[in-house]
């Protein structure tokens, strides 16, 4: 069901609450959730044990947005309609716990509020959530999102973010949200934390000394896959004695001062113990090859470096490759550990194909070679080590075989090739 109501239109009377089942109020919650609180579109990856979890209501997968959510955008930024729907959710809340407090569970059963499987809590807790959530956030077209990852290993962590509107239309700060290929890559990195090298006991530097571990995050938006790294490298039981350093960079003023935002509110004072860093810094991608004086942040090679959704001009695949020729660490120094395969320095990368955008998707493969394709003498290059398909629903419960219900990814390990 796609949304075109506001929530002084849809929502049921306050006044009539004890008249409506438990799915019906639920139904309402998931209708202020999308509105509010929305699924970041293609960031389910379509397999048969999800493990990543954005705090959603189980029945809402009946409500989407349409085709163009300009509409949805203007109710969202409408200061009315939100103190409408916290004063409904504040009201809603206060009813549950009075029903809750003055019926036993004998009598619960007959209500015909709490008609069907949902208990009463289960309502309270889902409205006081959402509760919290139209309350903290003052700004027009803001987002707070938690995204929660797991595994076995790892275990689970919870990422906060703060979406904040584009600004002045400018949709080269599209940054400032957080998108699909963002979630997809956070979650692999949670689950297969060693392929990401989160877990491998790295070589020395020139001293003899272990180097510190460096992750760079290119073009980073909220910072959800640097957040999600920092976490999992303080989850990892591989770390002790193991110093890392976390930079997430971005261009624009607004999306930076978001980011830096986004890591205190989850890191507070950073990280007491000094072994693990994590930060923010500018970067230019059309400048900083030919920068003759480097920020000391990112004057030294990085092991790791990560991106999502971060090709959507045509350019950006060359100004890219440019800057990994200065960032992505060498296999050749000597201070590495060239016998241990896992070492290898790689550049990974996740982005949507866009029927729009096609040009910009392809312009990887033509900024990059092929691993197996002819070598060029006489000098260390950067080359495409793999590439996967990942496929997403667009949102929760599309139906799979429909080409408009599915986002389909690319995965590219990028590294050395000498």
Known sequence: MVITQP?????????????????????????LRLLYNPEVRGSRRIRSNPTCNQDVLAIDAKWRFGDDDSHIQLIRSDTFERSYAIRWLTALVARMEDLQASIDDTQLESTSAF??????????????SLLAICAGV????????????????????????????????????????TWGGACVLAEMIVEHPEQFGLRFRIGKDRTGGERPFRVLELGAGTGLVGLTAAKVLIASSARKN???????????????????ANIDKNF????????????????????????????????KPFDVILGADIVYETEHATWIKKCLERLLRHPSSSADCPSEADSLAIFHLVIPLRPTHSLESSSIETAFRWTDDTPREGHP???????????????????????????????YRIGWSW
């Open 7 to 31: 929530p002084t239109s849809y929502l049921p009377s306050i006044a009539k609450t004890a008249t409506y089942t438990s799915t019906q109020l639920l139904d309402a919650l998931a209708y």
């Open 115 to 128: 008609h069907g499987p949902i208990h009463p809590e289960i309502l309270i807790q889902q409205a006081a």
């Open 138 to 177: 003052s700004a027009a077209g803001t987002v707070e999102r938690t995204f929660s990852f797991g595994s076995d290993e790892i275990g689970r962590i919870d990422i906060r973010v703060m979406d904040i509107p584009i600004e002045n239309q400018d949709y080269g700060s599209v940054g400032a949200q």
């Open 242 to 260: 193991r110093r890392a350093t976390i930079v997430a960079t971005d261009f624009y003023p607004s999306v930076l001062q978001n980011l830096k």
């Open 268 to 299: 507070p004072g950073n990280l007491s113990d000094g072994a693990i860093t994590i930060a923010s810094h500018f970067l230019d991608w059309s400048k900083f090859p030919a920068m003759s004086s480097v920020p000391d942040l990112l004057s």
């Open 381 to 411: 290059e950067l080359v495409i080590l793999s590439r996967d398909t990942i496929l997403c629903e667009a949102y929760r419960g599309g139906d799979a075989k429909k080409s408009s219900d599915v986002v389909e990814y690319r995965y």
